[in-house]
C-alpha cells in the first residue's frame, strides 16, 4: 500500500486566517515533504523532515510553518498568507530518512488552497 | 543551462504508436532519476525509477545514458490512458531534494 492521505481536498482562506493542512502515512516511511504546486508548474520544495526533524526548508516564508507530531504525520500550519499562495500543496513520503541520496517519492492527493 | 530540461510537448499521438522522451540533466553527479505521470488536477505518481541498466514495466522502458547526461521513456502501444504530463525527476546528489522536470504533455489521440 503506497497510500498518503490529505486533508482538506479543498480549503478556501482570508488572508487573516489561520488554518492547518494534514498529511498522514502508514507505510514506515522515514521522510516527509511538503511541496507547492502552481498550474502548468512542477511541484516545488518547501520543507523535508527526516526522522521527525526539519532537516530542509527551502527559504519558505514564515506564514507556513510545519509541524511533524510523529513520524506517521505531518501538518503545514498556514497564518496570514496572500492571494499569491493560492495553489495545489502536495504532502510527500519515502522510505529513507537518510540525507544520502534520494528514494522514491509518494505524494498524497493534494490540498487545493485558495486565499481570498 | 537548466538543471533538469524536458520538451514541454504537446506530444500527440494516435493510438497504438510508440512515443519516446528525453530529459537532461546537467550535474554529472546526480545519482537517482525517476519518472512520474501527473493526470490534469491530480498528484504526480511514481511511473518507474531508472537504473543504470534501464528498466522496463510492460509497455514502458526507461533508460539511463550517464555518458550524454540524460534519461529516457519509451511508452509502446499507447492508450488513450497514457495520456498525462510525465516528468522527469533527478537527485542531483546528497540530500533528499529531487528537482523536477517542467514535463511533457502527451494526448493519445484515438
Known amino acids: 500500500d503506497t497510500e498518503v492521505t490529505q486533508t482538506p481536498k479543498h480549503l478556501v482562506m482570508g488572508m487573516t486566517n489561520k488554518k492547518s493542512l494534514k498529511c498522514e502515512q502508514h507505510m514506515g516511511h522515514r521522510a516527509m515533504y511538503w511541496y507547492k504546486q502552481k498550474a502548468k508548474k512542477p511541484p516545488e520544495l518547501m520543507f523535508v523532515?527526516?526522522?521527525?526533524?526539519?532537516?530542509i526548508n527551502e527559504s519558505v516564508p514564515s506564514r507556513f510553518s510545519p509541524e511533524c507530531p510523529n513520524s506517521s504525520l505531518l501538518n503545514l500550519h498556514l497564518h496570514a498568507l496572500q492571494p499569491e499562495d493560492s495553489a495545489l500543496y502536495l504532502c510527500?513520503?519515502?522510505?529513507?530518512?537518510?540525507?544520502?541520496?534520494?528514494?522514491?517519492?509518494?505524494f498524497g492527493p493534494g490540498t487545493r488552497l485558495t486565499v481570498t | 543551462r537548466k538543471e533538469v530540461e524536458q520538451d514541454p510537448g504537446p506530444f500527440n499521438v494516435p493510438e497504438g504508436a510508440t512515443v519516446a522522451f528525453n530529459c537532461t540533466y546537467s550535474n554529472s553527479a546526480s545519482q537517482s532519476f525517476f519518472w512520474y505521470r501527473q493526470d490534469c488536477r491530480k498528484e504526480p505518481k511514481l511511473l518507474m525509477s531508472v537504473y543504470s541498466s534501464g528498466n522496463e514495466d510492460g509497455r514502458f522502458t526507461a533508460q539511463l545514458n550517464r555518458a550524454s547526461q540524460y534519461i529516457s521513456l519509451l511508452i509502446r502501444d499507447s492508450k488513450l490512458s497514457d495520456s498525462a504530463t510525465y516528468l522527469c525527476v533527478v537527485n542531483p546528489g546528497g540530500y533528499q531534494k529531487v528537482t523536477f522536470g517542467t514535463g511533457t504533455k502527451l494526448q493519445v489521440i484515438p
Open positions: 523532515y527526516s526522522y521527525e526533524k526539519l532537516s
Open positions: 510527500a513520503s519515502s522510505q529513507k530518512g537518510s540525507r544520502q541520496g534520494a528514494d522514491e517519492q509518494y
